[in-house]
């Protein structure tokens, strides 16, 4: 006879596999869909036309990818490189310089920032480049502001936490040989908390890589490969934002939107998985 | 400069408000150690951060007077602290190693102060870790974290990495309150060999402790300076009652020994197995004295009879070998 305690012990070990699981079959599941959709377009177009072919026809059968795959990482790359140095530069500033009552004040704002529905920051995009920004328009540079104010309250504020936990002792361990505030900021605050930095703009991206809209309004949506920051691009979100359940009447096009989200899902996926693994190796070394 | 190193002129502390020091003066000795003991929560963590000024991390905390190092107060706004942190270093109760290789925690202070050259770090890196007593134990692993050192090597880490950036001052706040007996004694002795380059002050709660380090002791009460003098005079002829009441309820009272049995040149489990026995014929409450030699009985006899739920009065060494363990019986 299992005492009462084992058997719960036991049943809620079983409940939390059971969930995880539930998640990663989740994901499977969606894959496979959409594989399975995608397929009638995989059938007629070989894969290099779909992936490396700058050239989107729905009409005429054509239906090059690449121009969305490449505004997705324009688009994203460049929303990173302006949201990192900002978030944990102001995280930074949150834990380690400001003073109490500076601390006190800004931690709801952020939150608040976070809280607020992505698509007012697309609104709020488009009245800002129709009042005063015709010099930038609409294009990666554009959207990628947009995008990295929509994830900097998210990234901000979870490396706001996760420099919070690095312990002061080691922090006063840096300074008792003589460090500055900067150097132990640069040397013991960030690198401990490289993993939960990672973790932090994971998050924010992911989140970001759902919420379109803003995006969308402010980015241009022309089907071409950008090559620069001032080019317009369109998206793989914005293009499956766009054109689901529209156009149906043209042959394949929903196929090629799926496999659109396909792709998209095997690159957030990709990312992910990539982030993971350079995590652990950090930990790994610094640990 | 002559024999004093440190003058504490008038030094006052006090956070939000609630007084942790109260009109300090006090001179400390150069090149020797003075220990400061005193019962928690007198100040001692409060004056050795104040004498780095680690002190102005703490919000709410006010401090008043002065502090001279060498022609320099080291409470004035015109000094560069991080100048007057890399000559007076702190070695913190915990160790706390930085999240980093074990070579660079020790080359950490030196590469802060612009040492680049790589064969000179390394220089610096091995006889600071010879210093501390630790170079033999790592020096196959220097690339590997620091974080995986025992408790007592990361202590003797920090003590590496506070001698890289060549201070004046030493201070050590319990350095081995974390420890076990054999990493104390490895830190005490390391501290006795440095006095002659370093002057060194040390807080501990441990009067043993300061009776075999120091050479000037300070008794702090309350925030209050109650005593300070050569270590013979004050442990001998303390002039304050309240500093013989704390060495003498602290410590002197030397537990008397009911049986003394004597393990050396035993193994380990057999060490346990006598002390057991040793300890099944005496009464609860009496005291038995164990001498062992094996260097791994030496905190595994403690920590078992702990275990069995006897109290552990004392370990000490007492020659290069020989360790006793004092042990009182209970249940
Ligand atoms: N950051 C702080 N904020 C407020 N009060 C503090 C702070 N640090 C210390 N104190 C107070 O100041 C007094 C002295 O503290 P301190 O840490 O210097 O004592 P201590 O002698 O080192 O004690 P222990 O032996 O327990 O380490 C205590 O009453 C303590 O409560
Ligand atoms: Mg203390």
């Known amino acids: ?287 | 400069m002559n024999d004093i190193c440190l003058r504490i002129h008038g030094l006052n502390v006090s956070y939000d408000g609630h007084t942790a020091l109260k009109n300090i003066y006090l001179d400390i000795p150069h090149r020797q150690i003075t220990a400061i003991i005193g019962p928690s929560g007198c100040g001692k963590t409060t004056l050795l951060r104040s004498i780095n000024r680690l002190i102005d991390l703490t919000d709410g905390a006010k401090i008043r007077g002065e502090i001279w190092l060498d022609g320099h107060n080291v409470m004035s706004d015109r000094e560069d602290v991080t100048s007057i942190r890399k000559r007076i270093g702190l070695i913190s109760q915990k160790p706390s190693p930085l999240p980093m290789s074990i070579y660079d925690n020790v080359a950490y202070g030196p590469r802060i102060h612009g040492m680049r050259d790589r064969k000179e770090l390394d220089k610096t890196v091995r006889s600071c870790l010879e210093t501390a007593g630790l170079w033999t134990e790592v020096k196959d692993r220097l690339q590997s974290p620091a974080t995986r050192l025992s408790v007592g090597q990361q202590q003797r880490l920090c003590l590496a990495r506070s001698l890289a950036v060549r201070p004046e001052v030493l201070l050590c706040d319990e350095p081995t309150s974390a420890l076990d007996p054999v990493s104390s004694q490895n830190i005490e002795n390391r501290l006795i060999e440095l006095k002659k380059d370093y002057t060194i002050v040390i807080v501990t709660h441990n009067i043993h402790q300061a009776m075999r380090l120091a050479d000037y002791v300070v008794h702090l009460y309350l925030g209050e300076l109650v005593e300070h003098g050569p270590a013979s005079e004050v442990f001998q002829r303390p002039k304050q009652d309240r500093t013989r009441a704390y060495i003498n309820g602290t410590v002197l009272t030397k537990p008397r020994t009911d049986v003394e049995i004597n393990l050396k040149g035993k193994v380990c489990p057999l060490n346990f197995v006598f002390a057991k026995a040793a300890l099944e014929n005496l009464e609860i409450g009496q005291v038995l004295k164990v001498i062992v030699d094996y260097p791994t009985a030496i905190t595994e006899v403690p920590r078992a009879m702990e275990y069995d739920g006897h109290k552990v009065l004392g370990v000490k060494q007492l020659n290069e070998t020989d360790w006793e363990v004092i042990i009182q019986k209970r249940e």
């Open chain 1, 1 to 287: 006879m299992i005492s009462k305690r084992r058997l719960a012990d036991l049943v809620s070990t079983r409940l939390m596999l059971a969930a995880t699981a539930l998640v990663g079959v989740t994901v499977l599941f969606i894959a496979v869909m959409l594989f399975l959709k995608a397929r009638p377009i995989l059938a007629t177009n070989s894969l290099g036309d779909l992936f490396l072919s700058s050239s989107w026809r729905p009409s005429r059968g054509e239906f090059g990818l690449f121009p969305f795959i490449m505004g997705t990482l324009w688009v994203t790359v460049l929303a990173g490189i302006i949201a990192l140095p900002v978030s944990i530069l102001g995280a930074l500033y949150i834990t380690e310089y400001a003073p109490p009552r500076v601390r006190a004040v800004a931690k709801p704002v952020v939150d608040v920032l976070a809280g607020i529905p992505p698509v007012v920051y697309g609104v709020w995009g488009l009245v800002a480049l129709s009042i005063g920004g015709i010099a930038i328009g609409f294009n990666v540079l554009s959207g990628s502001i947009v995008l990295a104010i929509m994830v900097i309250p998210v990234i901000l504020g979870v490396s706001e936490e996760v420099f919070r936990m690095v312990p002061q002792d080691v922090k006063e361990a840096s300074l008792a040989v003589g460090a500055t505030k900067w150097e132990t900021a640069r040397n013991v605050v960030i690198r401990s908390s490289l993993p939960g930095l990672a973790a932090a703009t994971i998050l924010g991206f992911s989140r970001a890589f759902g919420e379109t809209m803003a995006v969308l309004m402010v980015v241009g949506n022309i089907a071409r490969v950008p090559s620069s920051p001032l080019d317009p691009a369109y998206p793989l979100t914005a293009l499956i934002a766009n054109n689901y359940g529209e156009m149906m009447s043209i042959p394949l096009y929903d196929s090629a939107i799926l496999l659109a989200a396909l792709v998209l899902l095997l690159v957030v996926l990709f990312f992910n998985i990539a982030a993971r693994l350079v995590l652990i190796k950090v930990q790994q070394k610094w640990a």
